[in-house]
């Protein structure tokens, strides 16, 4: 029997009514909503669709948006003053990096620049490390996204053996410390793991996010696997196409659950970001926030 599509798409509409409720409740309290600041350095076209559809989100559930663009030639002491400008706003709950930046800017180090409490991307050292200690804190979209999504199709995750393709920081670290965190065993796979299709064929949970076209095949799953398809790659085809890591019509026919692309992952990505950034204004209010601007929590 094929395997269950997730349906990404329905999944994010339910986070974004959850998040819109939370909008509400926290307006109400507070008499502002949250608000989160993108920040976009350049004119990279697919970057520019991205910090958009952010925008859109956040007023389609009462989030204030604060949307900077930047030219590719800013100096990064222009940047950097505008990062600290956002981090001291009292009216900005969240600040959001679109990366990649054009060089010679450094990404990882300006993504330092942006305040632990308003980091809503979960990207910075204080953020990784809290989750790394399982201690309060912001955690990425795109893990937290993957972690609704397992949740929705009833994946049992304690005890089970969970596989992660890719060990970016933007996904794949991020993505098995949310894994260990629910009790499951954990396996990071890259460009130097041995047999990796063997690797995989263990994994009851597997999840894949390298941005390599149909690399997992078929007789790469177990059968009755969970797949997760975080990949995003355009097909050179006319009209252009858009695909996932995952050969999605092979490995449906031997998996139990799977995420389609378009429509699997990406949609919680945003949805979660929203969540984030309710949350960063709750943290930045509450009496734990001392505690996480501190070292010991």
């Known amino acids: 029997m094929p395997a269950r599509v997730l349906d990404g798409k329905a999944i994010a509409s339910r986070v974004r009514e959850e998040v819109a409720e939370e909008v509400r409740a926290y307006a109400a309290q507070h008499d502002e909503a949250p608000g989160l600041a993108t920040v976009l350095v350049g004119d990279d076209p697919a970057s520019a669709v991205y910090v958009a559809g952010k925008q859109r989100a956040c007023a389609e559930v ?27 706003d009292p009216r900005v709950s969240g600040v959001l990096l679109q990366l990649p930046v054009p060089p010679p800017l450094d990404g990882t180090a300006l993504t330092g620049w942006i305040a632990p409490l308003k980091d809503v991307d979960g990207l910075t050292a204080e953020s990784a490390g809290r989750l790394a200690l399982g201690r309060e804190g912001l955690r990425p979209a795109t893990p937290s996204g ?74 790469w799953v ?47 990505t945003i949805a979660c970001l929203l969540r984030n950034t309710v949350r960063a204004a709750r943290l930045q209010r509450d009496e734990a926030a001392p505690a996480l601007r501190g070292r010991a929590a």
Do not use: W
């Open 62 to 88: 009462g989030i204030r948006g604060y949307d900077h663009r930047l030219g590719a030639d800013v100096p990064e002491p222009e940047l950097t003053a505008l990062l600290d400008e956002l981090n001291g």
């Open 146 to 219: 993957v972690m609704r999504l397992l949740g929705e199709a009833g994946t049992e995750l304690a005890g089970a053996e969970a596989v992660v393709i890719g060990r970016s920081n933007l996904f794949g670290k991020p993505m098995a410390q949310l894994l260990l965190r629910a009790d499951a065993t954990v396996t990071i796979c890259h460009s130097r793991t041995r047999d990796l299709a063997e690797v995989c064929r263990r994994a009851d949970v597997l999840i894949a996010a390298v941005g390599r076209a149909n690399l997992v095949c078929g007789d």
């Open 222 to 268: 177990k059968p009755g696997a969970t797949v997760i398809d975080v990949g995003m790659n355009r097909l050179a085809t006319d009209p252009p196409t858009l695909t996932g890591d995952v050969d999605f019509e092979a490995v449906r026919e031997v998996a139990g659950v799977i995420t389609p692309v378009p429509g699997g992952v990406g949609p919680m």
